[in-house]
């Protein structure tokens, strides 16, 4: 014997309930597959080259040798590439000092430099500010671990050019 529910046909409720699933279905591969990842690449935003300067501060002479004007810059906590610094200049690292009267005098610290660093890459600028690759945010006076070829010191942006 063959029950009734086997033989009865589909209804159009049974038709509109798949078609809704099927419709809520696409709607959240195209939110959660291609509109989220738009967005947190920054595809939306264009690109611009922008030159930035950077701040590494009472570093040693043989750090100071290995940044090259050319070489790439890294974000090492994700492995951004940067930029490419384009200028490297140095001085002696100056160390605020509290003298015996009361004062404040910068002190030249010895065998330390202060490295200023022009760098040239790629930005994207939104509402929330300047990233890189829409994940790295670039804001001035914050520090990030970065890496080049030859060394990994901490640098602090000092400026991001319009």
């Known amino acids: 014997m063959v029950s009734d529910m086997a033989k009865r046909k589909p209804n159009i409720v ?25 967005e947190s690449a920054g595809v939306d935003d264009s690109e611009e080259q922008r030159t930035y300067t950077a701040l590494i501060d009472e570093v040693r002479m043989a750090t100071v ?14 492995g951004i590439c940067l930029g490419t610094i384009t200028a490297v200049k140095h001085e002696p ?35 929330e500010g300047y990233f890189v690759d829409g994940v790295v945010e670039m804001k001035a006076n914050s520090e990030m671990n970065v890496a080049t070829k030859y060394a990994k010191p901490v640098m602090k942006i000092t400026s991001i050019s319009e």
């Open 93 to 127: 690292f100056l160390k605020n000092v509290l003298l015996n009267d009361g004062t404040i005098q910068p002190v030249e610290f010895p065998d330390y430099y202060s490295v200023t660093l022009t760098i040239d890459g790629p930005v994207v600028e939104k509402d």
């Open 14 to 38: 049974d038709i509109l309930i798949i078609v809704v699933v099927v419709a809520l279905c696409a709607v959240a591969v195209f939110k959660f597959g291609v509109v989220n990842q738009k």
């Open 65 to 78: 040798n290995a940044l090259h004007e050319g070489d790439k810059i890294y974000d090492e906590k994700t």
